[in-house]
């Protein structure tokens, strides 16, 4: 199914934005009186009708609305250090949202080594990612924020920080994160968060984990507990 996106609804009539609008019209060749099956990234899918086929400012009739499409019982929240390599760091945000998250924070940490995100780059990956996996919940990205900062903040649910540091009794991940629970993971640069960083989270209530015997890079620790947390809900 070819899923769209716009949040743009009211009074039975949803507006398209111009690249929206552009892909369902000139790209796929779609035309007023064609079906359309979209979403406004709140948990609504929709079902309309073409009445307008400007290509600049689509218009599309609702017929029928669902409500609360693939909404889960818990909320996934993942604060993963920024990558000097943005293309890795792409590739973690698309199989997060394929997998299923709720909020991403870019996490700036002492062994940080690129402390700026492409913000508007990585939302359109992150709704490309939510189109092409068929869901109807967009997940939030927020600003970069200091680790120390962070972790002073309230947090809802399970606060968990994956780390390598051995001198620290650490749970695995798929013991930690239970079914049903809300769960927020701190994922560090590579390199590791420094030891000062790891006691400094556990006295704000987190609790070490590992993510198996292998030292992974940071964006395939990243999947490896979206996956973690996602196969404990299943």
């Keep these: 199914m070819q899923l769209f996106y716009t949040n743009n609804v009211s009074e039975g009539t949803a507006a398209f934005s111009r690249e929206e609008s552009g892909h369902c019209l000139r790209v796929l060749r779609m035309h007023r009186g064609d079906d ?139 013991a930690a994160a239970r079914r049903g629970e809300d769960v927020l993971i701190l994922i560090g640069p590579e390199g590791d968060f420094t030891p000062e960083e790891v006691v400094l989270a556990i006295n704000n209530g987190f609790t070490p984990v590992h993510i198996g015997p292998n030292r992974l890079r940071t964006e395939t620790a990243g999947v490896a507990a979206c996956c973690s947390v996602y196969l404990a809900n299943i």
């Excluded at 073409?50 to 599309?60: A, F, G, Q, R």
């Excluded at 998250?101 to 996490?107: A, K, Q, V």
């Excluded at 399970?158 to 390598?164: E, G, T, V």
């Design 36 to 174: 359309v099956h979209f979403t406004d990234g709140a948990g609504n899918m929709y079902e309309g009708i073409i009445i307008d086929d400007d290509p600049l400012n689509m218009k599309v009739s609702v017929t029928d609305v669902t409500k609360d499409t693939g909404k889960r019982f818990y909320r996934l929240h993942v604060a993963i250090s920024p990558l000097k390599n943005e293309d890795r760091l792409e590739w973690f945000i698309e199989k997060a949202v394929e997998l299923g998250i709720d909020e991403i924070t870019p996490l700036i940490c002492n062994r940080t080594e690129k402390k700026r995100i492409r913000k508007e780059r990585l939302e359109g990956l992150i709704l490309s990612a939510m189109k092409q996996s068929v869901k109807a919940f967009l997940p939030r990205l927020n600003e970069p924020v200091q680790f120390s900062k962070f972790i002073d903040k309230e947090h809802i649910g399970k606060r968990l920080i994956a780390c390598c540091d051995t001198q620290q009794e650490r749970k695995a991940i798929t």
